[in-house]
T-cell receptor, first 115, second 116 residues
């Protein structure tokens, strides 16, 4: 069990550029979540995958955001035409499929800075 | 609507003091789960405890204890004899069983500073 890994740890980009983040969940976990955390706030839910199916998207996820989990394993989160307001920590989490209330295992996050 | 409130933004204590972090939640669901996570400066959220809505027993784990009271919709966290290593941001979270996604709703966190 190597835990949830996210890449890159830090990303600095200029406004208007596209960025893509990757998340590798714990191997047997079929549930995968993306959260966004801004300074002084708690993580906010963005989207949820069960296997390769994206089952829920938050209203926070504008049209510039897209997430995929093509084979039900790793996931990517892409932000197109980045804006300064996108600057945040993007957290990925996974959990096992057994039942409700399972704890989430979080990665260390990708810190995005949009200049 | 589901909501988690952590009214204490920041708490400072001197080492060995006891400290309680408050968490109040709102939900219409009868089956739900409550969690506490610790976020040290490294950024990774570390799981501390999970309680379901049908189990109001308080729990103790070493220096940590949790008080769950459905009557006041609270799930408070106490650290006894605090240590400098306890310094972190602590988040309370709620997950409703009927959502299907079991997503968490987090509070805004309480930053705990333990001074030597």
């Amino acid at each position: 069990d190597t835990g949830v890994s996210q890449d890159p740890r830090h990303k600095i980009t200029k406004r208007g550029q596209n960025v893509t983040f990757r998340c590798d969940p714990i191997s047997e976990h079929n549930r995968l979540y993306w959260y966004r955390q801004t300074l002084g706030q708690g993580p906010e839910f963005l989207t949820y995958f069960q296997n390769e199916a994206q089952l829920e998207k938050s209203r926070l996820l504008s049209d510039r955001f897209s997430a995929e989990r093509p084979k039900g394993s790793f996931s990517t989160l892409e932000i197109q035409r980045t804006e300064q307001g996108d600057s945040a920590m993007y957290l990925c989490a996974s959990s096992s499929p057994m039942k409700a209330g399972e704890k989430l295992f979080f990665g260390s996050g990708t810190q995005l800075s949009v200049l | 609507a589901q909501k988690v409130t952590q009214a204490q933004t920041e708490i400072s204590v001197v080492e060995k003091e006891d400290v309680t972090l408050d968490c109040v939640y709102e939900t219409r669901d009868t089956t739900y789960y409550l969690f506490w996570y610790k976020q040290p400066p490294s950024g990774e959220l570390v799981f501390l405890i999970r309680r379901n809505s049908f189990d109001e027993q308080n729990e103790i784990s070493g220096r940590y204890s949790w008080n769950f009271q459905k009557s006041t919709s609270s799930f408070n966290f106490t650290i006894t004899a605090s240590q400098v290593v306890d310094s972190a941001v602590y988040f309370c979270a709620l997950s409703e069983a009927n959502t299907g996604t079991y997503k968490y709703i987090f509070g805004t966190g309480t930053r705990l500073k333990v001074l030597a």
